[in-house]
């Protein structure tokens, strides 16, 4: 049986895609580097098919919900499009992230504050046919209170600015950023919500993010797709679990 501290990784493929759409082809292929994540320990995949299909493709999510035997978590914008793909999937998992066509990442957090009422009639579908709903946010209490109130289950805690903070070796910032993170996990678990964090992560950002016992979940992708040009994939994962693990002791 998993341990109740165990820290789950979730591996994002997303930037295989980017790759293989660099020249239209079919390689490198995502579902093999998903196939391969898992055997290496992922607990789980996630893609994010966005509007504008840049990376993840409708036929890539085709295949993962076929070949996967671990959970997927299907990141997408709050879209009537997107909704009517996540229902006929009923992926484990539906992590509802803010979009926009001229971001080259997921810049911030979901403003739920703002579209509350929206957002409580966008979920409670997808909740109906069993996905668990995530919702990617700022480390932000209001945000939090929101997500809650429109019966999320999850709350995602986007970790870009810590991260950016600490790469560009503005330290007071990286770690008020930080403390912010460990406050707002400890707040969102008080009231009920599951805690998952992700969004920039490396080797040398994962440790104090990974050590904060509320949070369950670590979702990591670009800088893992990175590392494994150079270690490949599966010693990329490995050494990025051993880290976790070593932080959770
Ligand atoms: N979590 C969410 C909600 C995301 O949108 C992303 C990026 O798609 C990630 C985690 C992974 O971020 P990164 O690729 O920077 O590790």
Redo the contacts with the bound molecule.
């Keep these: 049986m998993m341990s109740e501290n165990y820290l789950r990784l979730g591996v994002?493929i997303?930037h295989v895609a980017t790759v293989r759409n660099a020249r239209g082809g079919d390689y490198p292929d995502p579902l093999r580097a998903a196939k391969i994540a898992q055997e290496a320990g992922a607990d789980g995949i996630?893609a994010?098919l966005r509007e504008d299909r840049r990376h993840i493709s409708d036929a890539d999510i085709d295949g993962l919900m076929e070949v996967l035997s671990v959970p997927l978590n299907f990141?997408m914008a709050a879209t009537d499009e997107m909704q009517k793909i996540a229902l006929r999937h009923k992926p484990h998992a539906v992590?509802i992230?803010p979009e926009k066509r001229e971001e080259r990442?997921?810049e911030g957090g979901l403003d739920v504050a703002r579209e509350e009422n929206r957002l409580a009639h966008f979920i409670a579908p997808l909740r109906d046919v069993g996905c668990r709903v995530s919702i990617?946010i700022a480390a932000d209490q209001r945000q939090i209170e929101a997500a809650h109130r429109i019966g999320a289950e999850v709350i995602?805690l986007h970790t870009g600015a810590y991260c950016d903070a600490f790469a560009e070796g503005r330290e007071e910032e990286a770690a008020r950023e930080l403390a912010s993170l460990r406050d707002m996990s400890t707040f969102a678990d008080s009231l009920g919500l599951e805690v998952h964090a992700?969004?920039?992560?490396t080797y040398d950002t994962v440790k104090p993010v990974a050590a904060f016992p509320e949070v369950r979940e670590l979702?990591?992708?670009?800088?893992l797709i990175g590392e494994s040009i150079f270690l490949g994939l599966t010693p990329a994962i490995v050494e990025m679990r051993r880290l976790m693990d070593e932080a959770r002791k």
Excluded: S
């Design positions: 994002n997303d996630t994010h990141e992590c992230v990442t997921t990617f995602e992700g969004h920039g992560l979702n990591i992708g670009h800088f």
